[in-house]
């Protein structure tokens, strides 16, 4: 086992602070009434659709920093996940704000704590991603397996990536060419939807990133697998928390939106699930590290 890293505790102390920020900054919205009474109804309609998603990060980044100080596979199988989250909510907030003006008015306080937002958790994600990897085997054993059970699992985490590349290319050459003309009448819905290609396209190509590793049998493909578990799980925790609060769509026909949820719920679990044992067992860790 190699000696206490600085680099990885200092990971865990920032994981926990910007979990700590996350919850703060949700406490004040409700508490001082912005989500009812803050900017434009488009505004509040996308601030009010992340406590759910927020939610999750925070508590993928308080166990990725619980694991990275017990020196345990918890890291690898919860940080991971954060990075791809982290990434989403920056490329959504990114896009918004370039979209409705968020950036532009330097004399804005407001301005300044988007940009933070954004760029901390592109910068986060990214440290986070490279940290838990260059230290990879302070937090898992070194033996691969072979076994039945790791290449069904990879089998299945190539299955699941194909789909989500396929099924989101399929939805963004339909929101271009008929979909977003469908939402003329629905000004709250279509800013939301105008707020997820960049998003979309990151989690697209980590997704191919992960296939590539998948196919090759490589450990980079399981940890970039479980980083596009962790986005596509923002992405339907969003989804479902905005469908909550503002309603079903109009141009969505019901049954479509629900079965389309439900598969990024089952396509982040089948990712995060058979992704996880191709680290290796926790007793087999248990065993290396005693």
């Known amino acids: 086992m190699e000696p206490r890293a600085t680099g990885p505790r200092i990971l865990a102390v920032v994981s926990i602070l910007t979990s700590i920020g996350i919850v703060l900054f949700w406490v004040s919205w409700f508490a001082s009434g ?7 109804p488009t505004f509040r309609a996308f601030e009010n659709a992340f406590p759910l998603s927020d939610g999750a990060l925070s508590l993928l980044l308080v166990l990725s920093a619980v694991g990275i100080w017990r020196r345990s596979p918890l890291a690898l199988l919860c940080g991971p996940p954060a990075t791809g989250m982290l990434w989403y909510l920056a490329s959504l907030d990114t896009l918004f704000n370039l979209q409705h003006g968020g950036f532009t008015d330097l004399a804005d306080p407001e301005t300044y704590v988007r940009l933070f937002i954004s760029v901390h958790c592109y910068v986060l994600g990214g440290v986070n991603a490279w940290i ?10 070194t033996a ?3 076994t039945r059970a790791g290449t069904a699992s990879r089998l299945t985490v190539c299955a699941a990536l194909i789909v989500t590349i396929m099924s989101t290319a399929l939805f963004w050459a339909w929101w271009y060419a008929t979909g977003r003309a469908a939402f003329a009448g629905d000004s709250v819905a279509r800013a939301f939807h105008d707020a997820l290609p960049l998003a979309d396209a990151l989690l697209s190509v980590t997704a191919l990133v992960a296939l590539a590793g998948a196919l090759a049998r490589r450990m980079w493909g399981t940890f970039s697998a479980l980083i596009t578990a962790g986005g596509i799980a923002f992405a339907a925790l969003l989804y479902t928390l905005f469908l909550l609060t503002n309603g079903m769509p109009s141009a969505f026909a019901r049954t479509s939106v629900l079965i389309a949820v439900s598969a990024c719920y089952a396509l982040a679990s089948l990712l995060w699930v058979c992704a996880s044992p191709c680290y290796g067992q926790w007793a087999q860790q248990r065993r290396h590290m005693a």
């Open 144 to 146: 691969p397996l072979s």
């Open 34 to 40: 912005d989500y009812a009474t803050a900017g434009d």
């Open 132 to 141: 838990l990897w260059r230290h990879r085997h302070s937090f898992t054993a």
